[in-house]
């Protein structure tokens, strides 16, 4: 099946320096990419769709200054956490939706950030 | 009301049980549904889609109630493998691919 990369899996990180998050699908293309944050015990929250070759889409009370989202091919985005602070530490998890297959979603493995 | 609701658990069950989860979703016109099963920190995984004639998977049986907007999985003679946490998930009319989750279930089974 799909496979959907992502890198790092863990990073600790002092407070104000910024991480950057890939999430690569491996065996096929990827026209849209999902981030999502999942903080302890809660479910996992949409932060922003990206679309290759143009400007990701943010979810309501999410900064997209702060976190910062590339889609330069059909096989990788990066969201990078700008300036980051403890209550940025949480669970990342980016997914890869698969071109023709509106619903099937693949998932990276995940990145837990935690920010000193 | 929230989008997706779910009963937070946790269920702690013996081996052998029969365990049911249910859900219930917000937006009438959702267009379709699964369960996702996500082990603690760890990415969520395709259990399976749920059908409004009900489905099977081995063990597990899915039910969607359109008219009640519930979704249910049911679990059969659980293993101590199918501790997790289960997750209902919905695809809203208005946003094709962008899943809506909810909060999930945990499970716990007991030898």
């Known amino acids: 099946g799909a496979v959907v990369s992502q890198h790092p899996s863990w990073v600790i990180c002092k407070s104000g320096t910024s991480v950057k998050i890939e999430c690569r699908s491996l065996?096929?293309?990827?026209?849209?990419m999902f981030w999502y944050r999942q903080f302890p015990k809660q479910s996992l929250m949409l932060m922003a769709t990206?679309?290759?070759?143009?400007?990701?889409?943010?979810e309501q009370g999410v900064e997209k200054d702060k976190f910062l989202i590339n889609h330069a091919s059909l096989t990788l985005s990066t969201l990078t956490v700008t300036s980051a602070h403890p209550e940025d530490s949480s669970f990342y998890i980016c997914s890869a939706r698969e071109q023709g297959w509106d619903e099937k979603l693949f998932f990276g493995s995940g990145t837990q950030l935690s920010v000193l | 009301r929230k989008e997706v609701e779910q009963d937070p658990g946790p269920f702690n069950v013996p081996e052998g049980a029969t365990v049911a989860f249910n859900c219930t979703y917000s937006n009438s016109a959702s267009q379709s549904f699964f369960w996702y099963r996500q082990d603690c920190r760890k990415e969520p995984k395709l259990l399976m889609s749920v059908y409004s004639s009900g489905n099977e998977d081995g063990r597990f049986t899915a039910q969607l109630n359109r008219a009640s907007q519930y979704i249910s999985l049911l679990i059969r003679d659980s293993k101590l493998s199918d501790s997790a946490t289960y997750l209902c998930?919905?695809?809203?009319?208005?946003?094709?691919?962008?899943?809506?989750f909810g909060k999930g279930t945990k499970l716990s089974v007991k030898p």
């Open positions: 065996d096929f293309q990827a026209t849209t």
């Open positions: 990206s679309n290759e070759g143009s400007k990701a889409t943010y």
């Open positions: 998930v919905v695809n809203p009319e208005r946003s094709q691919g962008n899943l809506i």
